[in-house]
């Protein structure tokens, strides 16, 4: 079950407009090792919302529209820092892995990530510079194709949901922020991740602030006989953060 788990994270973390990336598979004579320098994004706050402004009342809403405000308010960021879990289970056995990340998003178009993903005998590194992903396990560095080996792309993966989403509601506001669940056609997340074509409809909740960025995602699929539980947080926003360089 390893490899179906670790092939079967890199995808669905693609998948989720949150949280940093995980690569699976690559070229092993691509190895890598780090430099020691980073990357640090600077603080930039962006204003805030009133609460006269936010566009939704509670009930059904345009799924369309409110992925396309959350990724505007996604890319307005400089930084974030992200955390979550992806509980498996296949044929009577069953696994959670750890993520914790830190993407830069100075430049939108190719976010810098770094990740950690542990748990379930999987001990991994990755960090990509919006065109490449190093993969890390027992001390060597492997790069492979960020597009074709689930190198986490922010302003892509959202496009892809935003094809996807066939509905929305919103449930008002709770302790964990605006809570928002969509209804997803998996045939159209074939894009972001691999094997989706067979998920047919998926439900995920989003949390929100008040500027509709994202703080937390909860998604369940459940592909080739494996159900996954993804949740995923995003927390210090616009902090400065470091991503390892890799040559």
Known sequence: MKNSIRCGV??????????GLAGCGGNDNATSSSSGSASS???KVAPKATKASFPYKEGTIDAKDLVSRIGAAQKKLK????EGTVAMAN?????????????????????????TITGAGQNMETVSDGTTTWVKTGGKWVSSDSAQNGGYNQAMALSQLADAA???????????GHHFVLQLDGTKMAG?????SSLGTVPAEYWTD??????????????????????????????????????
Request: glycine share 6%; proline share 5%.
């Open 79 to 82: 930084s974030y820092h992200s």
């Open 41 to 43: 994004a600077a603080s």
């Open 166 to 176: 066939t509905s929305a509601q919103y449930k008002g506001k709770d302790s964990q």
């Open 192 to 196: 972001a991740s691999s094997g989706a």
């Open 210 to 247: 008040d500027d509709l960025t994202p703080t937390k995602t909860k998604m369940t699929i459940t592909s080739a006989g494996i159900k996954s539980t993804i949740e995923m947080t995003m927390s210090k926003f616009n902090e400065p953060v470091t991503i390892p360089k890799v040559k």
């Open 10 to 19: 890199a995808a669905l973390i693609t998948t989720l407009a949150l949280g």
């Open 91 to 115: 044929d009577g056995q069953s696994a959670t892995i750890k993520v914790v990340g830190d993407t830069d998003m100075s430049d939108p178009d190719k976010p810098l990530t770094h990740s």
